[in-house]
């Protein structure tokens, strides 16, 4: 079966799709070649990236999230956006969720942590946010 | 489309045990912060969360236990998490969590030698 380069999946930025996001991507990274402990990493980092929008993104607005996976040369480099209100990396909101306080600092660590290469671009018009894993 | 997470609920010397199992996410935490929560409201100040079926956790599940463990602070209790998968381990660890008290077990007999 040939290895796809590239997949796309779209969903709408709501809790109860980030466990989709994870499958999807699991998919495409045992097809892609990513050894099980990069794999674990990177749909980690993914998922907080997902998570991010679902909790900050559109405030109490609808929207979507679309996710690109690509097969690079020796990585694996995946795309998270959304068209929300955007946000500075380097002072991210704290949000009460419930009960708990959740700072989104603590995801963004995660993914510095999980991966090889992060790079958020963010402004009025939504968020970009590419992971990058070595194969 | 959410994945599950399920929590069975007993008892070891006294000790509140929450059996896990599925992943830890923006969607079920609230499953587990509720659980959490009722066991604090009751008076236990140590509980120990039973990790071994979870697959995964992200900051949201992690906040979670921040949360309990803000509750449980000054009242001589822990959170004892049983655990011992690297991919979650590393989450632990980067956290930050275990810096403060929260205890991490690779087993169940190991988080209760503690309590003798």
Sequence with gaps: MPVRQEDVVTFPALPQYVG???????????????GDEAAADLKAAVSEACANIVRYAY???????????ARKPGAVAVTVADRGRGFDPDHPPRRSLKD?????????????????????????????????KKI | ???????????IQDIPVLDLEGEIDVYTYPILNDALLALI?????????????????????????????????????ELRVICNQPNLLKIFTVSGLLNRNLKIFPGETEAFQTAR
């Design chain 1, 20 to 34: 989709a996001v994870r499958s999807a991507l699991g998919d495409f990274l045992a097809a892609a070649g990513l």
């Design chain 1, 59 to 69: 405030a109490d607005k609808l929207g979507n999230m679309e996710i690109r996976f």
């Design chain 2, 1 to 11: 489309m959410g994945l599950d997470l399920k929590i069975k609920s007993r008892k």
């Design chain 1, 100 to 132: 708990e306080d959740i700072h989104l600092g603590l995801g963004l660590k995660l993914m510095r942590s999980l991966v090889d290469e992060l790079k958020i671009r963010s402004g009025a018009s939504g968020t970009v946010v590419t992971l990058v």
């Design chain 2, 41 to 77: 409201k009751d008076g236990h100040a140590t509980i120990t969360v039973n990790m071994e079926n979870v697959s995964y956790i992200d900051s949201t599940g992690l906040g979670v236990l921040a949360n309990s463990l803000n509750k449980i602070a000054g009242k001589k209790g």
